[in-house]
């Protein structure tokens, strides 16, 4: 099973700022406790045991927050100097990672779904690099992945405004370390999505797994509203 898992939690957090501006994104409260805390949790859960931060902006603030251990999880932390994005964040994370398979979540979403499963899926397949897709009804607003009958993703298609379903990026994923790190640039800006896996589709064998799990964004301000009325009934503790 999976021991350790990268999030993203170095981003500015624009979208929000008029709800507030002095926060990370992920330390945003929903119900009075920090989103990070729920992902923590839900982490726990499914085994987790280390945790590495890739922050970046008002990083003093998360780590004031959660030092190095939280509700039994050691926390650790790499720092970005300058904006890496984020596949420049994740490779900074993962150049102090042990295991050879890493789970990555996004700090401003969360994604209801068995992890289990998911890493199940991804050693059963022979993966190089596994995404959780979600199928909604309105796929126009995001970009959508297509897929073959063995889960092998096919093609990245972009924003079309659309209204129809499809599959979408729920920002989870599991990445083989050596695969990630030999073939992504040393100390630059880049996006795990555009520049590695739409560029890199050709080269390795990525699957994508669907979950039906619960799925929110808090990085608009109506779905970051709407977890404070979904989040009061969050199942793991």
Known sequence: MLHTAIILAGGFGTRLQSVFTDLPKPLAPVNGIPFLDYLL????????????????????????????????????????????????????ALETCDEKDVLVLNGDSFFDMDLEDFFKNHISSAAAFSLALRQVQHAGRYGTIKKNNDDKIISFEEKNGIDQSGFINAGVYVLNKELFLKNTPAEKNFSIEKDFFEKKLDNFNMKGFEFEGYFIDIGVPEDYHKAQHDFKGFKYK
């Open 41 to 92: 949790r839900y982490l726990k859960h499914f085994g987790l045991k280390k945790i590495i931060l890739s922050v970046g902006y008002l990083s003093e603030k998360i780590e004031a927050h959660y030092h190095s251990l939280f509700n039994g999880l050691e926390i650790f932390y790499a720092e970005e100097k300058i904006p890496m994005g984020t596949g420049g964040g994740i490779r900074l």
